[in-house]
């Protein structure tokens, strides 16, 4: 009888230590591939209960066509941003859309093509006397040599980094509608900020009969797809490349950054 209880101990505890010691995908087997988001992150994701994820943005319709090409469903969980790549890292989920950095190489897959260009636009007042000349800003030293004022958002530190440092002056908006609502009121000359989500709040106060994209967008971050090493799906990523390129060349995906740039 000791024996019997000694074995069955022991055999408790590889059972145990065996499971402890398996990954999150293998001790939580997943049928659908998961897509980490950041939470109420409009125009990127927002809530949509019509929708089968429950969201709704840019990034869901980029995920709704890749996902058409592989053949398969898949699911959204949003987070704040920082427990969003964590449960990636961790492999609670299988999949991020954003910029890759040398930190995320470091657990995730990165997608051969990107899917969209963040740009930072120029944006001026379309009855600006300058007009012309701002239509021909390429960098932060043609802006510096136009002596112009820009306005940006308190949270746009790209701007901080690249146009105020390079010593243009700047006036700051709390947020995107503050910083759209000062240069229609000429609190500045120019207004530099993400193109997809200013465009958003400029057609959300109706100004597109006021303000105009006036220049050639900066260089962009560009946003791909990255998937988990510890996914199970990470198998799938050359199929998830060829979606990619087949939607970059039939113009989907340009399509899709059209629409959520454009305002006028």
Do not use: C
């Amino acid at each position: 009888m000791h024996k019997f209880l000694v074995l069955a101990a022991l055999l408790g505890y590889l059972l145990v230590a065996n499971a402890q010691a398996q990954s999150p995908a293998e001790a939580n087997p997943r049928t659908v591939m998961t897509v980490a988001m950041m939470e109420n992150n409009p125009p990127f994701t927002t809530p949509n209960p019509k929708h089968p994820t429950g969201q709704g943005g840019l990034l869901i319709e980029i995920l709704d066509e890749i996902f058409k090409q592989l053949d398969m469903p898949y699911a959204v969980e949003v987070y704040p941003w920082a427990r969003a790549q964590a449960t990636v890292q961790a492999g609670r989920a299988d999949m991020l859309v954003t910029v890759p950095t040398d930190e995320r190489r470091n657990y995730a897959l990165v997608s051969e093509q990107s899917v969209f260009p963040m740009v930072m636009q120029v944006y001026a007042r379309k009855d600006h006397p300058r007009l012309a000349e701002i239509r021909r800003i390429k960098s932060a030293q043609d802006i510096v040599a136009l002596d112009l004022v820009a306005i940006s958002n308190l949270g746009n530190g790209w701007h901080k980094a690249n146009i105020e440092a390079a010593g243009v002056k700047t006036y700051y908006g709390t947020n995107d509608e503050s910083a759209a609502r000062m240069l229609a009121a000429r609190r500045g000359d120019i207004l530099v900020d993400s193109a997809v989500s200013m465009a958003l709040e400029i057609r959300r106060q109706g100004l597109e009969g006021v303000l105009t994209a006036a220049a050639a967008p900066f260089a962009p971050l560009r946003f791909h797809v990255l998937l988990g090493q510890k996914s199970p799906f990470v198998q799938r990523m050359p199929d998830i490349n060829r979606a990619i390129a087949t939607l970059q060349k039939n113009g989907t995906l340009e399509r899709l950054y059209q629409k959520y740039t454009r305002i006028d």
